[in-house]
C-alpha cells in the first residue's frame, strides 16, 4: 500500500509525528498529502522557538487551536526587554526587525482561532496589554495565560485577568518587571478561584521615564559638587 492510500485519518496521524518544516516538505509532493497539511485538525497545537518563525509558511492557523506557545530564549532578549530611551541606535535596529512580529501574529490569531484555550509568551519584549488583552476578548474559552519576562506587561494585563467574562483557571506573569504587588493583591481579591503566579515580577525594578532619570542624575551631580 502506498502512503497515499491510507485514509484521512491515519496520514493526520503520522503527521503529527512530525516538525512543522517536515509535514510542509511532505505535503509539497503532492496534492493528498498537501490536503492532509491544511486539515485544521492537524494544527491543534503550535510552538514557536523564536518570533522569526512567525514569518514562515509551514504551518496553519485556525479554530482548531488550541494551545499556542512563542517561546524566545536567545541572547536578543536581553536587548528587547532594556528600556527604549536606553538603547543605542545598534540596538534600536535589532528591535525593529522584529517588533511587531508577535503583534501582529496575535491579532491573526483574535480573528483565526477563537476556540484557543492556551497561551504563552516567553521572552517577548515588544508585545503590550492590549496585544493580551484583545486575545482576552477575542479568545473567550482562554484557561491558561502564561506570560515570562514579557517587560511591557503592566497592572492593565491583570485589571483585564479580573473580568468575570473570562475564563481564565491560570495566569502567570513571572519576571515582568512592570507589574506591581497592588495589581496582584486585587487579582487575588477579586478572582481568588484563579491559580496566579508571579515569581520575581513585583521584586525587579520598574520602567521609568528618561526625565525621572535625568532628574537623579543631577540630583547626584549637585551632591558631589557641593558636598
Known amino acids: 500500500m502506498h502512503l497515499i492510500e491510507l485514509d484521512q485519518e491515519c496520514l493526520l496521524h503520522l503527521f503529527s509525528y512530525l516538525d512543522k518544516d517536515s509535514r510542509r516538505s511532505l505535503s509539497l509532493t503532492c496534492w493528498r498529502l498537501r490536503d492532509v497539511f491544511l ?17 514562515r509558511d509551514n504551518f496553519v ?25 536606553m538603547k543605542t541606535t545598534f540596538q534600536k535596529d535589532l528591535c525593529s526587525k522584529h517588533e511587531s512580529l508577535v503583534s501582529d501574529f496575535l491579532e491573526r490569531v483574535c480573528y483565526m482561532c477563537p476556540n484557543l484555550r492556551s497561551l504563552t509568551l516567553s521572552g517577548c519584549g515588544h508585545i503590550t496589554d492590549d496585544n493580551v488583552i484583545k486575545v482576552l476578548r477575542s479568545c473567550r474559552g482562554l484557561r491558561s495565560l502564561s506570560l515570562e519576562n514579557c517587560s511591557r506587561m503592566t497592572d492593565s494585563i491583570l485589571k483585564a485577568v479580573v473580568d468575570p467574562g473570562h475564563n481564565l483557571a491560570e495566569v502567570r506573569v513571572d519576571f515582568c518587571r512592570n507589574v506591581t504587588k497592588a495589581g496582584l493583591q486585587e487579582v487575588r481579591e477579586k478572582r481568588p478561584e484563579i491559580h496566579l503566579s508571579a515569581v520575581h515580577s513585583a521584586d525587579m525594578i ?17 551632591f558631589l559638587i557641593f558636598s
Open 39 to 55: 486539515d485544521p485538525q492537524l494544527w491543534m497545537l503550535l510552538h514557536f522557538r523564536s518570533p522569526c518563525e512567525l514569518k
Open 61 to 85: 492557523l485556525g479554530p482548531s487551536l488550541r494551545y499556542l506557545a512563542i517561546c524566545w530564549h536567545s541572547s536578543r532578549v536581553k536587548v528587547c526587554n532594556i528600556e527604549d530611551w
Open 206 to 222: 520598574p520602567d521609568s521615564k528618561p526625565e525621572e532619570k535625568t532628574q537623579i542624575r543631577r540630583a547626584l551631580q549637585k
